[in-house]
């Protein structure tokens, strides 16, 4: 477990959830379902049951430095890494894998959104915690996917190849937000996930 790590990705701004999610409080840091828990502090006491308090770091914005610090008292300063200027999610990704490797060369590292609701914990979990034993052990990068119910035109998918290593499937394609008709092909096909 000590190689385990994880990056939170908390920069969004939270424009979507207008007016509850403003600017200056974006989702992230609201408690949308009433637990007392915002969305960022349930992500952080879901990972910190498979990763280290010590490894797990947040990637943000100077804007909410000062708001993360608060909500995840638990965190050191130095586990908040600030963006220069938000370029969206592979950069920050990339940001935090550099910072993690310059700590730990081989770390294997999960990158989760602050704000996803999660309803099957303990699968979720699961899942994470194969994927970092797996990852460890083979040089590959590794993504998760749900099957998805319906043909949704603002996320991305996963096409799923016929080739498996260990019971993970490999990956034969990305597409990012398609359009209404070939959502509807992704999902009749059987071999996408979002």
Known sequence: MKNHYCVIMSGGIGSRFWPASRSSYPK???DFFGTGRSLIQQTFDRIKKIVPVENIFVVTNQRYNELTLEQLPELKPEQILLEPC??????CIAYAAHHIHAINPNASMVV?????LILKEDEFLNSLSNGLDF?????VLLTLGIKPNRPETGYGYIQASHQSLDGFTKVKAFTEKPNLELAKVFLESGDFYW
Not at 86 to 91: I, Q, S, V, W
Not at 112 to 116: E, G, L, N
């Open 86 to 91: 938000r370029r969206n999610t592979a950069p």
């Open 112 to 116: 989760a959104p602050s704000d996803h």
């Open 135 to 139: 990852v460890s052990k083979h040089d």
């Open 28 to 30: 992230q840091f609201l």
